[in-house]
């Protein structure tokens, strides 16, 4: 089954990203921190106008592979030794906190997309039944939204914490690690928030358009499906499952990324 749903709406492109440069200089692994870095903001320069599933998983991606760069930094003798000095412990207690929001604010994303896969199903299975009415919608679709505005809320919040973050007059591998962790958590961000924009397409739109909705984010337009909705609520599925795959990964980083945290801070 072709997994590639569309939207499109300039509110729900992946937000254009700038990064804080790190300096000359780095090591290899903050290079190679900057190289996947510059990979995602040409995805992102590629999604100004349409958001599709594929770009989706392509951004989740590549949020992956920042996030094994992070813990590739945080992981090397240099920088563990300058993470466990004592003038830089308010610093590494600021990522903590940090990463055990970034932790939260993925794990509700993914828990939505398992809530929404499940009732994905409930419609199917109400479909079945021949409730063409699907009454059961309201209740879900209005929790939906209040979860929406409590993610992107928490989203928010990460945002201007880590541009409050000073990095004067600290060692160069302590820098780039707040900084790879703010460039990270800004993609994450912008993510985080396209995902939530793809699915709240349908949490917004008036019950009676809510089957062609469906039919266009999977076909694009190319298949006539409003009257088979079964059939688009299986392609639909199939799109939130590779999601929330790649959710999965991202989540399993940032345990690496905290763990990484943990074990300079204890030393």
Request: with cysteine.
């Amino acid at each position: 089954m072709d997994c590639s749903t569309s939207y499109s709406s300039s509110s729900t492109s992946i937000r254009h990203i700038r990064s804080t440069s790190l300096p000359n200089r780095s090591h290899p692994s903050t290079l190679h921190f900057e190289e996947e870095f510059t990979n995602f903001k040409k995805l992102e320069a590629s999604t100004s106008s349409v958001l599709t599933t594929d770009k989706i998983c392509d951004a989740l991606l590549g949020l992956e592979r920042l996030h094994t760069c992070v813990n590739d930094l945080i992981s090397l003798p240099l920088t563990r030794q300058a993470l466990s000095h004592e003038k830089h412990q308010k610093f590494v207690d600021k990522l903590l906190d940090q990463s055990m929001m970034l932790l939260d604010v993925c794990g509700s994303v993914r828990d939505a997309m398992q809530q929404f896969k499940q009732h994905l199903r409930d419609l199917q299975s109400a479909q079945r039944r021949g409730k063409g009415d699907m009454s059961i919608n309201t209740s879900f679709f209005n929790k939906m939204k209040k979860d929406t505005r409590r993610t992107l809320s928490s989203l928010k919040k990460i945002s201007n914490k880590m541009g409050a973050t000073a990095l004067l007059n600290i060692d160069q591998q302590v820098s780039d690690v707040i900084r790879s962790l703010k460039d990270t958590s800004l993609v994450s961000i912008s993510v985080y928030e396209s995902i939530l924009s793809l699915t709240s397409a349908l949490v917004s739109k008036p019950k009676p358009l809510r089957w062609s909705i469906v039919s266009n984010l999977i076909h694009k337009g190319t298949i006539e499906n409003v009257d088979h909705p079964q059939v688009s609520i299986e392609a639909l599925e199939c799109h939130i499952d590779v999601i929330e795959n790649g959710l999965e990964c991202v989540f399993r980083n940032l345990i690496k990324t905290r763990a990484g945290l943990l074990n300079t801070h204890s030393h």
